[in-house]
């Protein structure tokens, strides 16, 4: 019996004879490299497979490199003490030999990681998340303290770091938000004045707007920028200042890094959230305007009715609300980005888990606060 | 060698690093020497850079403690803790400059945090750290416009900003070329000399441990601590320890020859 396999364009092949019942003589010609071994893995498995014992005849391999080193070692690991290997050149055979059999253990042989059970599993959950709300009630109370500390001692605050933070957050976010919120006071004014103008109503969209706005649009379209873009960045930043080692660095300077970087980005959030936020009431309220200016109501007939509905408490608890969405997305900011572990990927990483746990937990506080205001009768 | 009868400045005792289950160093005890450049070396992954994080009280160790100066920073909080940090300055392997200042800029940060020099003052001193690692003309400079090596000599001089008696060196030839290695090479000899400053270098770079230590510990993964100490030159000539010899004449490893 004799059989031929041929791979013409890689230049390598396998024919193997039986000279007596259960001994089989295995031929290995040509090159013997990653894309030829490749064709002939399977072949030479199902040649070994059926043989008692099994010379390989490899003195016609003119190159061998580490794909074929590995299918001359795992054809002589299938079936131990039966397969041997002759008449290989001394330098391929020199690196086989480096390889022992003992040292690579059978892909079978490995062990896959036990599933852990549903319980084990949901319990491993609870307890990271655990672990997860401890680190973040441990920061909330480093973070209090340094501001505290910085409050009684205004003059260990970096200010000159927490005005260019402020700025870079702040003013530079000008544009963006003047564009957002522009477009959702033209957009909710003229979603609301058609089906308005069908029962005349169509003077009533100030009031809409204006409430809509300062009460919940303003303020909340403001925190989800900021946290997309400078709760990003307060992450990215502290996070790459982790993996160079800039955190050690300050720590064994004796410099707290709370003290000295995160108090700044969250003095700088708690100033720039508000003023953002009444920018963004009155492009808003701009925005409606517009609108409303091609439904033929004059702008000012358009912010009496703004005013008449929609009342300084309406803006102020808007503000109010908007000093904790810049105190949420600096501190989860900074947290997130202290948190990072080693690699650039972790610092990718951290910056996706600050901009969705910020979102989150302005969303949530949003929700705590309609209630509070429900309650307040505000 | 002079540094047996040195007065000792850190005192490592029973020392156990490692991470949760993992020990990397069991029990380790050794003492360094005021005024003493002292290596800790060892192959890849035996824990010297764990060790030393431990030492400058960044990471806890399992067990025992680390005396510098006579307190204990493994267990030293508050002021105390802050007072033990003082005493030393540390260079970490990739230099940890603040990337958001100039090089002046990060030399004057613990001055302008930790002293009451008025402003021509710091400024000053600064450029005198500066100096003395032979970065005066780059006080300007971003971190990033530097090569590796003057990012590391001005590691060093934001590490000595406070005359600290101590600098712990994390590989500091790690990634350098052998010329800029033994300029900073020289830089560490010059300082211990004029300013009795007290070195703790992290390195496996033969060249640099030849030119520098005054003494040395090897760890080793397997024995999971301290197999040799003492002058590198006695122990790459006189060794027992086949691992210790391998190391300092540089042969492969046997494991898999």
Not at chain 1, 112 to 124: H, I, M, S, W
Not at chain 1, 141 to 159: C, D, K
Not at chain 1, 279 to 289: C, K, P, W
Request: net charge neutral; aromatic share 6%; glycine share 10%.
């Amino acid at each position: 019996m004799r059989r031929v396999h041929r791979n013409d364009t890689m230049h390598a092949t396998l024919t193997f004879q039986d000279l007596r019942p259960g001994e089989r003589t295995i031929t290995l010609r040509g090159r013997l490299d990653a894309t030829s071994v490749a064709a002939l893995w399977p072949q030479a498995h199902a040649a070994v497979e059926p043989a008692r014992v099994v010379n390989i005849e490899a003195s016609q391999i003119d190159y061998c490199d580490g794909a074929g080193l590995a299918l001359l070692f795992d054809l002589r690991r299938s079936k131990p003490g039966a397969v041997h290997i002759n008449g290989l050149r001394p330098e391929f055979n020199g690196l086989l030999e480096q390889f022992e059999p003992a040292t690579f253990p059978a892909p079978s042989a490995k062990t896959l990681p036990a599933r852990a059970g549903f319980v084990a599993e949901v319990g491993r959950s609870f307890a990271r998340l655990a672990e997860d709300w401890k680190l973040q009630i441990a920061f909330l109370g480093e973070a209090g303290s340094a501001l505290i500390f910085a409050a009684r001692n205004p003059r260990s605050v970096r200010w000159k770091d927490a005005l260019l933070i402020a700025e870079r957050a702040g003013v530079d976010a000008l544009p963006i938000v003047a564009l957002i919120s522009f477009l959702m006071g033209l957009i909710i004014a003229f979603q609301s004045a058609i089906p308005l103008r069908q029962y005349g109503g169509e003077i009533y969209v100030g009031d809409l707007v204006g409430l809509s706005m300062l009460r919940e649009l303003g303020p909340l379209m403001t925190a989800i920028l900021l946290a997309g873009r400078s709760g990003a960045a307060f992450a990215a930043e502290l996070g790459t200042m982790k993996v160079n080692e800039e955190i050690s660095a300050l720590t064994t300077m004796g410099l707290d890094p709370v003290r000295f970087l995160v108090v700044t980005r969250v003095l700088a959030g708690l100033v720039v959230t508000p003023i953002l936020t009444v920018f963004a009431d009155m492009v808003g309220l701009i925005g409606g305007a517009v609108t409303m200016l091609t439904f033929e109501i004059p702008t000012r007939t358009y912010f009496t009715h703004v005013g008449g509905f929609a009342n300084v408490s309406d803006f102020l608890s808007g503000l109010a609300k908007s000093v904790v969405f810049g105190l949420l997305i600096a501190g989860i900011g900074c947290l997130k980005g202290l948190q990072t572990r080693s690699g650039a990927a972790a610092v990718g990483d951290s910056t996706t888990r600050a901009v969705v746990a910020a979102i989150i937990m302005i969303v949530v506080v949003d929700g705590l606060f309609a209630l509070i205001y429900y309650m307040l009768n505000l | 060698m002079p540094s047996q009868a040195r007065e000792p400045i850190i005192r490592v005792e029973r020392l156990t690093v490692g991470y949760g289950e993992m020990v990397l160093i069991k029990e380790a005890s050794f003492e360094v020497g005021r005024g003493e450049i002292f290596v800790i070396l060892g192959g890849s992954g035996c824990g010297k850079s764990t060790l030393m994080k431990s030492m400058i009280g960044l990471t806890p160790p399992l067990a025992g403690r680390v005396l510098i100066d006579g307190a204990d920073i493994t267990h030293a909080h508050g002021d105390e803790r802050h007072g033990i940090l003082r005493k030393f300055g540390v260079m970490y392997q990739l230099g940890a400059l603040f990337g958001s200042m100039t090089l002046l800029e990060n030399v004057r940060l613990p001055l302008e945090e930790y002293t009451d020099l008025p402003e021509a003052g710091i400024d000053l001193v600064a450029r005198m750290k500066l100096k003395l690692v032979g970065l005066d003309a780059f006080t300007e400079h971003m971190p990033a416009e530097l090569s590796g090596g003057m990012q590391k000599r001005a590691a060093i001089a934001r590490a000595m900003a406070l005359d600290p008696s101590i600098l712990f060196l994390d590989e500091p030839s790690a990634g350098l070329d052998p010329i800029t290695s033994s300029d900073l090479d020289q830089l560490i000899l010059s300082l211990s000399r004029n300013l009795g400053m007290t070195f703790v270098v992290v390195t496996h770079e033969l060249p640099s441990i030849f030119a520098i230590a005054d003494r040395v510990i090897m760890l080793d993964k397997r024995a999971k601590g301290i197999i040799a100490e003492g002058d590198p030159e006695i122990l790459r000539d006189t060794s027992e320890n086949p691992l210790v010899r391998q190391f300092f004449n540089r042969e492969p490893s046997t494991a898999n020859a």
